[in-house]
């Protein structure tokens, strides 16, 4: 017994260096584990019981986002196209499509096509989809080149990080009212004194935009935050109710 303790002291910093290792290794590890797609969820793209080709329906036929996702301005979720929206157009186009039988079926039976979601938010975070889109902030910004997917994955992280960036800096994201919907819209598509004469520029420029060629993304973001009065909270109470 005497000796007991003599041997257990020189194991001792053998113990420590282990537990030192398997805690870097536990740290290393949840630090790749949660930057990283796996977490985010970047890139998700499920397999849905019907393929929606959006790059097809929006860029090539031309269907504004809010056709199929007709609560975003006015609702705090957005919604999915139920069988009817769907049918309204498939009743006559490629109604044989063998691709499009679960459509059928559910219009037939009135179930409804179960499909696989992609943006879900927690259920501790409130987000307003009206919001949003009501003071200039795009899908795009959210949900990426959706109109060139063929099919749809996840573009951003949604990450508390990365929805306080924007809060802290709207300018960043903000474009003008009337491109929300307009996924390839660009800065560069500004015409500097048309945006000028409808939303003016702010207070503290003495420059006159309406001479320059173009408008970048800050100058454009800067206008529209002082005339709407942007000031996002960045309050944890704020998503966290």
């Not at 157009?89 to 096509?113: F, M, Y």
């Amino acid at each position: 017994m005497a000796n007991f303790f003599p041997r257990w002291c020189n194991w001792l910093p053998l113990q420590m260096a282990i537990a030192g290792i398997l805690i870097a290794c536990g740290l290393s590890a949840a630090t790749w584990y949660y930057v990283t797609p796996k977490y985010t969820k970047v890139g998700y793209q499920p397999i849905q019981p019907v393929p929606f080709p959006h790059d097809i329906h929006v860029t090539q036929l031309g269907m504004d986002c809010r056709y199929c996702h007709s609560f975003v301005e006015v609702a705090a979720q957005s919604n999915v196209p139920n069988t009817q929206t769907c049918m309204n157009c498939h009743s006559q186009v490629q109604k044989d499509n063998p691709k499009l039988a679960p459509v059928r079926e559910s219009w037939k039976t009135g179930k409804p096509i179960e499909w696989v979601w992609l943006h879900r938010t927690v259920d501790y975070v409130f987000y307003n989809h009206a919001a949003h889109v009501n003071r200039g902030i795009s899908c795009f910004s959210c949900h990426g080149p959706v109109n060139h997917m063929a099919t749809v994955s996840i573009a951003e992280p949604h990450s508390m990080a990365w929805c306080l960036g924007c809060h802290r800096h709207p300018e960043n994201f903000l474009r003008p009212d009337d491109q929300i919907f307009n996924l390839d819209w660009k800065p560069d598509d500004v015409k500097p004194a048309e945006f000028v004469a409808k939303y003016g520029q702010p207070k503290s420029v003495t420059e006159d935009w309406t001479k320059k060629k173009h408008l970048t993304q800050q100058e454009i973001g800067q206008t529209l935050k002082e005339r709407w009065n942007i000031a996002p909270s960045t309050n944890c109470q704020t998503c966290h109710r």
